[in-house]
T-cell receptor
Framework: DTEVTQTPKHLVMGMTNKKSLKCEQH?????MYWYKQKAKKPPELMFV???????INESVPSRFSPECPNSSLLNLHLHALQPEDSALYLC???????????????FGAGTRLSVL | KNEVEQSPQNLTAQEGEFITINCSYS?????LHWLQQHPGGGIVSLFM???GKKKHGRLIATINIQEKHSSLHITASHPRDSAVYIC????????FGAGTRLTVKP
């Protein structure tokens, strides 16, 4: 099983809503990633978790709050988002962060988020 | 200047044509990745290279570490190859190129 599952596939939310994106993998990977991708742009790294601990936060606004409850699950909690936060949010996992660039990252299909 | 430059940005080909997408980078890396993204979002890892050449089916990827350059080739292209192809260089994180949007017409 080389699958990374993201739910929901699509999400529409208002600026005052609170919602969560979920990501799950059962490959035994210990590094998990959140990326944001705007239309026709490459993915931008948001957060990296390694062994369930936050390793990298790329200066992401606090209205995005990541959580890694266990080694298989990664959540992204959303609160008071702005319309410019509308994007495709991609989750990825890899064997271990310590492998550096030798990791292959496995990506989910993404959640397409629209903020009204 | 971006750390990872891809060319061309857009490419249209007829079915059966041989296709080359290029990637140049300016930083030291431990590996280079070629990724494929279909409309709708999902990204698939095609190759991870740290030297030489790899082949998988109709896809071939090469890297020249000294020249900091990699190419992705598709032989006998098919409409189902239509996608965005992304080059990403890796150290502890991945730095992505802007992608090449390939359209293969029947």
């Amino acid at each position: 099983d080389t699958e990374v599952t993201q739910t929901p596939k699509h999400l529409v939310m208002g600026m005052t809503n609170k919602k969560s994106l979920k990501c799950e993998q059962h490959m035994g990977h210990r590094a998990m990633y959140w990326y944001k991708q705007k239309a026709k742009k490459p993915p931008e790294l948001m957060f990296v978790y390694s062994y369930e601990k936050l390793s990298i936060n790329e200066s992401v606004p606090s209205r995005f709050s990541p959580e890694c409850p266990n080694s298989s699950l990664l959540n992204l909690h959303l609160h008071a988002l702005q319309p410019e936060d509308s994007a495709l949010y991609l989750c990825a996992s890899s064997q271990a962060l310590a492998l550096g660039g030798l990791n292959i990252q496995y990506f989910g299909a993404g959640t397409r988020l629209s903020v009204l | 200047k971006n750390e990872v430059e891809q060319s061309p940005q857009n490419l249209t080909a007829q079915e059966g044509e041989f296709i080359t997408i290029n990637c140049s980078y300016s930083v030291g890396i431990s590996a280079l990745h070629w990724l494929q993204q279909h409309p709708g979002g999902g990204i698939v890892s095609l190759f991870m290279l740290s030297s030489g050449k790899k082949k998988h089916g109709r896809l071939i990827a090469t890297i020249n570490i000294q020249e900091k350059h990699s190419s992705l080739h598709i032989t006998a292209s098919h409409p189902r190859d239509s996608a965005v192809y992304i080059c990403a260089v890796a150290r502890n994180d991945m730095r992505f190129g802007a992608g090449t949007r390939l359209t293969v017409k029947p």
